[in-house]
């Protein structure tokens, strides 16, 4: 061979090592990348499960011991029961022998361990309502302790908005007390309270005429007249809902001169001595009220309810009275001077022996209160 195919066939070898290193090269790059890579996924699944099992540990701890317990609980009793599946299926097989006997024995341990995961599911089940009721008792707890916060909070800010020097102010402490009273029934009582209270303490406090002027002035030269957070308060009382009751809220001696109660409901409230002059209470409800000595000189009653009510001593001198319904109320001594009787009922009420008898009306002799006066017929006997 000569030396130059000698040297051509060298220069081909060389050629050929340098192509493969660089194919070795770039196999050995791919490789090393190809195991970053996963080893990058690994690291990346890894982290993902120590986040799930850090989860699952919070969520067991957060639960507390119940969750613990139930997970205990089923652990030993399938722990207990498992050994169990072969002493239980070696009775169902009984006497079989032979090749049968593991086909049967096999068959019958699994039916017996399906009834035991059975068994433990519906365990673990009643644990899980168990448990769900806990939490429900608990959050529902948390949840009134929240909003009985909130009321109190609710509360406080309108009692100091009824110390305010400002009517509107005061006005605006009414009616968010109302609405508390209206929110909760606990506090309900509370709130009446509060409101009685505020108008006994102010309801006699002079009212300017000129600060009301849609107000007529009574013409016993008073000039007074009801507060307008007074009215806010009475109204808020005679509007309330009643179901909440579970005391008699007393108005003892307030004055409600010229006050609007129209359709009130004024049951479980003690109106003794107080002044109703000049008031509309038309189609107020007054069944079986507390109204001794009240005084109803010039009011608005037509259409009232006084059923069963106590009205000893009261004064109606000038009052509206058209269709008012007595009924078995309590009347000794009422004052009915100047009074317009039109078509009311005083069936069963009770007066004094000495006490006038309303027109038309006469004492029952049974003893039963009064009863329309019973008219001779024309033509009849004497």
Known sequence: MSEDARSREAQEWLALDSLNQARFTQELAAGRGQK???????????????????????????FGPMTLLVVAGVAVIVGLLWPLTDLIAAHDVGLIAGPQRALHLQAAREVVRGQLLTLGAGVFAAGALVFTARNFRLSRRTYEL??????????????????SDTLDVRIGGIYALERIARDSARDHPTVM??????????????????????????????GHATRPDVQAAVTAIGRRDRSYDNRVIDLTGADLTLADLFGAHLMSVKLTDVNFTGANLFAAHLIGTQLQGADFSRADLKHVEFVGAFLDGAHFNGALLWFADFTKASLYHADFTGAELADVNFSGARLASNDPVPEGWEHDPRGMGLRKLVRPEPGGAP
């Open 36 to 62: 970053a890579g996963s080893r990058r996924g690994l690291r990346a699944l890894a982290g993902r499960l120590i986040r799930r099992v850090r989860w699952l540990v919070l969520r067991t701890l957060r």
């Open 146 to 163: 929240t909003e009985q916060g909130q009321v109190t909070d609710r509360y406080t800010k309108a009692i100091e908005q009824l110390g």
């Open 193 to 222: 309270e509060v409101l009685a209270a505020f108008i006994r303490e102010h309801s006699a406090e002079p009212w300017l005429p000129s600060a009301a002027p849609h107000q007529v002035i009574p013409d016993d030269g008073s």
